[in-house]
C-alpha cells in the first residue's frame, strides 16, 4: 500500500529534525505527516554540539544560517579539545578540514612525519586553519576568493538543542505537519503481518498510520516496547553508562570549539553558546558515584549553575534492527554513543537521509529495510570504533577506569587501524566512513600512537622545493587567522541573538 500517513512518536530534536525533512512531503500533497509528543514528557536535549555534515541538513531545508543561529543561541565550532586522554596533563585539538593539503597524492601528514623525525617540523596542529583559529579564538566563513593553495576553514555549530527542536517545530508546522499533543497509552499491530497499526491516545484518539517513526528516546515505545526488537551492548567496549548535565551561565567569550576533558572515571564536556556554557560529565558507574559525578562537574565548571543537575542512564550500542516491520527507529530509540565526537545529530541526519531516500510511492519492501538495516549498522560501527579509539588510546593507569580501558580487548576492525597507521602512518577509510583520515591522524597523533616510519613515496620529492612548500603552508595559515575577527566579533556582527529585556 503507499505510503500515505506517515506517524512520528515523540518530538525533541529527532522527531522534528525528521519532520522538517518529511515536510517536503505534506508541502507538496504527497502524504500526511503527523507528529505526537507531550508536553508532560520531558526531552533529553543531547546534540549541543554538532559536526560539519549538520550544514549539509540545515541546507536540504533551506535554512537561513544567520537566523538559524540567532534563534538557538548558537556558536561557531571549529573542532574539539581533548584534555587529559593521552596522559594526565595532555592536550591536543581534533580540528575539522584538512591539515595542509595532498601533494602529489600523498597526504600531507605522511610529509610531516618525514620532516618531524628531522627536527624540521612545527606541531601538526600549525598546518590546519582551524586548529590555528580555535587557539586565537578566531572565526570566519571561507569566502568566494579564498586562495586554493589553504585548506577552507570547515565548521559546524553549537547550539541549545532545545531552542532548535523549537525552531523546527515551527518550521515544520508552517509547512504542513500536523502536531498531536498528548501521550500514547497503547499500540495496535496487525494480525496478520504483524505492523503497526495505529496509536491510541490518552484521550482515547487512534491514529492510524503506513509508517511509523520511533522518536521516544531511550525507552524504545515502538521499536522495542512494542516489537521486541533486542539490543547490541557495546558497553565492554565503552564503559560509560551515566551522565549528568549541568548547565552554568556564561563566564567568557565563547570558543569556537567544544571541549572534552577526562576525569577519573570518565569525560566532561564543554560547549559555549551565545547565552550559557552547557556542561555534563559523562562516567562509568562501575568506578563512580552519582554523588561523586555531581561534585567532579560542579568542582570544574567555569560559571554559576544555571539549571538543577540532570542525571542520565544509558548502555550504549544500537538495536538489532533499526527498521522493524513499518517502524523506523530514530536518536535514542535507534542506539546511543556518548557525545564525545559530537554524532548524536548526525546518527540522526544520517537515518533521515537514507529513509527519504528509500522511500517509495508503492510502500515499503523487505530490500528497503534490509538496505537501511544494513548500511545503519555499518555507520554505528565505524563511529564506535572511533570512539573506543579514545579510551584505548591511552597511557593513563592512574586510576582503575582507566586501567580498565587501557588494557581491554578491542574489535579486530580498531586493531587492524591501529596496526596500519603504527607501521607507516597510513590510514585506510571504507566507503562512505564518517570519520576523515585527518580525524584518525588527530586521536592517534594526540595520543601517542607513533607510526614507525613515513611513506616511502615521500622521499622521491624534490627536498629543496618540498621543505619550502612545506613551510609556505604554516606562514601563509599564521597569516590568514592573523586578519580574521574574533569569534564573539563574527557572531556580533553575523547572528547575534536579541538580548532579552532588563
Not at 14 to 27: E, N
Not at 239 to 245: E, I, L, N, T
Not at 343 to 362: D, M, P, R, W
Not at 434 to 450: M, R, Y
Request: charged letters at 25%.
Amino acid at each position: 500500500m503507499p505510503l500515505q500517513k506517515i506517524v512520528i512518536v515523540g518530538g525533541g530534536t529527532a522527531g522534528w529534525m525528521c519532520a522538517g525533512a518529511l515536510s517536503k512531503l505534506t508541502r507538496h500533497g504527497l502524504a500526511k505527516v503527523t507528529l505526537i509528543e507531550s508536553e508532560q514528557i520531558g526531552t533529553v536535549g543531547v546534540g549541543e554540539a554538532t559536526i560539519p555534515p549538520i550544514m549539509d541538513f540545515n541546507r536540504l531545508l533551506e535554512i537561513d544560517e544567520a537566523t538559524f543561529l540567532s534563534k538557538t543561541q548558537g556558536t561557531f565550532k571549529l573542532g574539539i579539545q581533548f584534555e587529559n586522554w593521552g596522559r594526565k596533563g595532555d592536550k591536543y585539538f581534533h580540528p575539522f578540514g584538512n591539515y595542509g593539503y595532498a601533494i602529489d597524492g600523498i597526504s600531507f601528514h605522511q610529509i610531516w612525519e618525514k620532516y618531524k623525525r628531522a627536527g624540521k617540523s612545527l606541531s601538526l596542529d600549525a598546518y590546519s586553519p582551524s586548529c590555528v583559529a580555535a587557539r586565537h579564538s578566531k572565526f570566519a566563513i571561507t569566502g568566494a576568493n579564498h586562495r586554493p593553495d589553504l585548506p577552507p576553514i570547515n565548521y559546524a555549530y553549537q547550539f541549545d538543542a532545545t531552542r532548535y527542536a523549537k525552531f523546527l517545530r515551527e518550521y515544520s508546522e508552517a509547512r504542513g505537519i500536523v502536531r498531536r499533543e498528548g501521550i500514547v497509552t497503547d499500540v495496535a499491530l496487525a494480525a496478520d503481518s504483524g505492523n503497526v497499526e495505529s496509536v491510541k491516545m490518552q484521550d482515547g484518539t487512534l491514529i492510524e498510520g503506513d509508517l511509523f517513526i520511533d522518536c521516544s528516546g531511550f525507552r524504545g515505545l515502538l521499536i522495542e516496547q512494542t516489537l521486541k526488537t533486542g539490543y547490541d551492548d557495546w558497553s565492554h567496549w565503552l564503559p560509560c553508562d551515566r551522565a549528568v548535565a549541568l548547565p552554568c551561565e556564561k563566564a567568557d567569550d565563547a570558543t569556537p570549539y567544544t571541549r572534552a576533558i577526562a576525569h577519573d572515571a570518565g569525560w566532561q564536556w564543554r560547549i559555549p553558546l551565545q547565552h550559557r556554557t552547557g556542561n555534563g560529565h559523562v562516567y562509568c558507574s562501575s568506578f563512580l558515584t552519582d554523588d561523586e559525578a555531581l561534585k567532579t562537574l560542579q568542582n570544574n565548571l567555569d560559571g554559576t549553575p544555571s539549571a538543577d543537575p540532570n542525571f542520565l542512564r544509558f548502555t550504549t550500542g544500537r538495536r538489532k534492527k533499526f527498521w522493524n516491520k513499518n517502524v523506523v527507529a530514530l536518536g535514542l530509540s535507534a542506539g546511543f554513543m556518548e557525545p564525545l565526537e559530537s554524532t548524536s545529530l548526525h546518527l540522526v541526519q544520517t537515518a533521515i537521509s537514507k529513509l527519504v531516500a528509500l522511500l517509495t510511492q508503492g510502500g515499503i519492501s523487505p530490500r528497503q529495510i534490509d538496505a537501511f538495516n544494513r548500511l545503519t549498522h555499518k555507520e554505528y560501527e565505524r563511529i564506535r570504533d572511533f570512539l573506543i579509539l579514545h579510551y584505548k588510546a591511552t597511557s593513563r593507569d592512574d586510576t582503575p577506569f582507566w586501567n580498565y580501558c587501557r588494557t581491554m580487548d578491542i574489535p579486530e576492525s580498531l586493531s587492524e587501524k591501529i596496526e596500519i597507521f603504527k607501521s607507516n602512518g597510513q590510514v585506510f577509510r571504507e566507503e562512505d566512513e564518517l570519520f576523515t583520515e585527518t580525524s584518525w591522524v588527530a586521536v592517534f597523533q594526540g595520543q601517542h600512537i607513533e607510526p614507525q616510519s613515513h611513506n616511502p613515496m615521500v622521499d622521491a620529492f624534490k627536498e629543496p622545493d618540498l621543505f619550502h612548500e612545506f613551510s609556505e603552508v604554516a606562514r601563509s595559515i599564521e597569516y590568514m587567522v592573523q586578519h580574521m575577527p574574533t569569534h564573539e566579533a563574527f557572531i556580533d556582527r553575523y547572528c547575534r541573538a536579541e538580548r532579552p529585556q532588563p
